[in-house]
């Protein structure tokens, strides 16, 4: 790929008065990428090639003093080294420190997508390891946080009787001394191995991983000692080039995105969790759906579904997973808004359900996979 010659073009919005947004787009051209005066480079490589370009500038919305503007700056793609971290500090390393400019959007020549390749498995590979073909997936959570993995074993053994296609640890389960990493996942797979034997069901135990580099690929042997083919990972959490680097490492694990920590970044959401995850590896991606627990709207979880499913060169679509609050009377709904390329995480309310948990279970799967759309 011939790196030098093509751009990247980093889209922010920056809260500024219409005086200074010119020089302030300039000032941000050249932060995130050369960092020090133009008049001072004499190479006439450095400034034809690397220095940042302003493409445009549009004022969206005036206020009472300052207005919201949308500015397109071009950056060298050779300056990321095609590395996930890197990628992140030339769009928005420095510029992020500015509390009035997000990060919207992220336009990618095409040799730039196709060097870090996007999801290994996708929709259609966590379709597979379900049996799910051409309808929505399923999705729970294990939880509460303190439980030994014998009792988590047994939650994720009744929501496979249930017919759940995932079943996935909370976020927040690690390798805490109440619950093992190395007791906990041979344990819930087996319960889920179980459970299908019994029913004839293809349910999927997804571990949580975290920790550093070398945690992430020792938790990686574990679960596939387990059985297990499909992981969870927060990639906010656990640093963007690790999450890249296990995805690159373990092609045969499908990904499983969480959103943790991706709200303290002031990049868009539908740019981060939808194309910069499925950028990176993620083959799904969890977020959490409008009138949850969380305050997105309706117009930004349609936005980030599009984004992770739009035709993108040969990247292979990433599932989205509406999650946050939900529950079954919102299954109908969720389906028609988001059609049947996608996975539904209901976690607490079946949860609630104590000794019927198999019996909701099953009554989401029904409403799943019986769902005449609109």
């Known amino acids: 790929m011939p790196q030098a010659a093509s751009r990247i073009t ?38 034809d090639g690397i220095v940042g370009r302003v493409d445009g500038i549009a004022e969206l919305h005036s206020g009472g003093g300052d207005g919201l503007f949308e500015v397109r700056i071009a950056l060298a793609a050779a300056t990321t080294g095609l590395e996930a971290g890197q990628l992140m500090n030339m769009l928005f390393g420095n510029t992020s420190l500015h509390d009035d400019v997000v990060l919207h959007d992220v336009l990618f020549p095409e040799a730039v997508a196709a060097a870090f390749g996007g999801p290994n498995h996708g929709l259609e590979g966590l379709r597979a390891r379900a049996g799910a073909a051409g309808r929505a997936m399923t999705c729970t959570a294990l939880k509460p946080q303190g439980l030994p993995p014998a009792a988590l074993a047994g939650l994720a053994g009744r929501f496979a009787r249930g017919g759940l296609d995932f079943v996935k640890d909370d976020h927040g389960l690690a390798d805490q001394a109440y619950s093992p990493f190395a007791e906990r996942v041979p344990a819930c797979a087996d319960a889920v191995r179980a459970a299908n034997a019994a029913t004839g069901g293809r349910t999927r135990y997804v571990p949580s991983l975290s920790g550093d580099l070398d945690a992430l690929r020792r938790q990686v042997a574990i679960a596939r000692d387990a059985g297990v083919d499909t992981v969870l990972v927060a990639p906010m959490v656990v640093g963007l080039p690790a999450f890249r680097a296990l995805v690159r490492e373990a092609a045969d694990m499908a990904v499983l995105a969480h ?74 709904e969720m389906l028609d808004g988001y059609g049947a390329d996608t996975m539904l995480l209901i976690g607490g309310s079946l949860l609630a359900a104590g000794d019927r948990l198999v019996d909701a279970a099953a009554a989401f799967t029904t409403s799943v996979c019986n769902h005449v759309y609109r």
């Open 259 to 332: 959103p943790a920590l991706g709200g303290a970044a002031r990049i868009a959401l539908p740019l981060l969790f939808g194309r910069l995850f499925r950028l990176f590896g993620a083959d799904a991606t969890i977020f959490p759906n409008h009138g949850g627990r969380f305050g997105y709207t309706a117009e930004t979880c349609r936005a980030l579904a599009d984004a992770a499913r739009a035709p993108w060169g040969d990247l292979r679509p990433c599932v989205p997973v509406p999650a946050g609050g939900m529950a079954l009377d919102r299954v109908g």
């Open 10 to 47: 980093a889209v922010y919005r920056i809260r500024s008065d219409a005086a200074s947004i010119e020089a302030r787009a300039q000032a941000i051209a050249v932060e995130q990428s050369v960092e020090m005066p133009v008049a001072a480079i004499a190479d006439r490589s450095v400034l």
